[in-house]
């Protein structure tokens, strides 16, 4: 079973309220349209630039999307 990026995310949540990785991590959590079952780089970037204002900067995501393949 291919592992979601949703899911990787969400083990940066509750940590320090300032750090920005935290900040998308309760964000995305928060919110219900977010494609909790994609591993998909296009779908997941197009669905935060449109709909992500919890994410301070999409370079977060393309970092945390580098360590997400690196680690799954």
Do not use: C
């Not at 291919?2 to 998308?24: I, T």
């Amino acid at each position: 079973m291919e592992k979601s990026f949703y899911r990787y995310l969400l083990r940066f949540r509750h940590g320090y309220e300032e750090d920005p990785v935290v900040r998308f991590a309760n964000g995305a959590y928060d919110d219900h349209g977010f494609p909790k079952g994609s591993a998909d780089y296009e779908e997941l970037s197009g669905y935060l630039e449109l709909n992500g204002d919890y994410l301070e900067s999409m370079v977060i995501f393309d970092e945390l999307w580098e360590q997400f393949l690196h680690e799954t």
